[in-house]
């Protein structure tokens, strides 16, 4: 069984810029939720994608962005990247549909906006 | 809006000490609950979690968890520390009355453990 995997692992970036993060979900799960974790505080959801539709969003602005694929893998999106950007980016995989619930974490990337 | 408020951001206990973590939760209907911990520079690892059933979790790691509704509390205990437990613990919950899954998480504590 592959786990969640995340590229790339660090990144940096300057202010303005747009950033493309990957996620590749553990075999079988069929939705992606990504999470923004800035330095000392809890992870913040941002989107949650199932069968290739945005299922559910949290408070982050449009220039946050996300694709889902065919085979369940996912990207993130952002655009203009500001100071506050900065953090580590956290996938999740999970099975929609079951009463499990539970949430498959990747390693995450770390952005860096200067 | 659903919270999770973690009571102290930094906890020291000695090796061999009992570890408690705080969590609770504002919400009529109780949530699922989970534990995570994350390691430094690393992703988060499920603990444990509270669905449905017996109100007492074990996970791994030897933690555990009750569920207690009339506290809308979810503490994480392990009896005995080992260094290895140092890290950030976080408890997040999903609302039962919601489709999805989508975590609302703690500010987490910091596990600390002195020899």
């Known amino acids: 069984e592959t786990g969640v995997t995340q590229s790339p692992t660090h990144l940096i970036k300057t202010r303005g810029q747009q950033v493309t993060l990957r996620c590749s979900s553990q075999?079988?799960?069929?939705?992606v939720s990504w999470y923004q974790q800035a330095l000392g505080q809890g992870p913040q959801f941002i989107f949650q994608?199932?069968?290739?539709?945005?299922?559910g969003r949290g408070n982050f602005p449009p220039r946050f962005s996300g694709l889902q694929f065919p085979n369940y893998s996912s990207e993130l999106n952002v655009n203009a990247l500001e100071l506050d950007d900065s953090a580590l980016y956290l996938c999740?995989?999970?099975?929609?549909?079951?009463?499990?619930?539970?949430?498959?974490f990747g390693p995450g990337t770390r952005l860096t906006v200067l | 809006a659903q919270s999770v408020t973690q009571l102290g951001s930094h906890v020291s206990v000695s090796e061999g000490a009992l570890v408690l973590l705080r969590c609770n939760y504002s919400?009529?209907?109780?949530?699922?609950l989970f534990w995570y911990v994350q390691y430094p520079n690393q992703g988060l690892q499920l603990l444990l979690k509270?669905?449905?059933?017996?109100?007492l979790v074990k996970g791994i790691n030897g933690f555990e968890a009750e569920f207690k509704k009339s506290e809308t509390s979810f503490h994480l205990t392990k009896p005995s520390a080992h260094m290895s437990d140092a890290a950030e613990y976080f408890c997040a919950v999903i609302p039962n009355f919601e489709g999805g899954n989508k975590l609302t998480f703690g500010t987490g504590t910091q596990l600390k453990v002195e020899l």
């Open positions: 919400s009529s209907v109780p949530p699922y």
């Open positions: 999740a995989s999970s099975l929609t549909g079951t009463s499990d619930h539970e949430q498959f």
């Open positions: 994608y199932y069968r290739e539709e945005e299922n």
């Open positions: 509270y669905t449905t059933g017996a109100t």
């Open positions: 075999s079988g799960h069929n939705t």
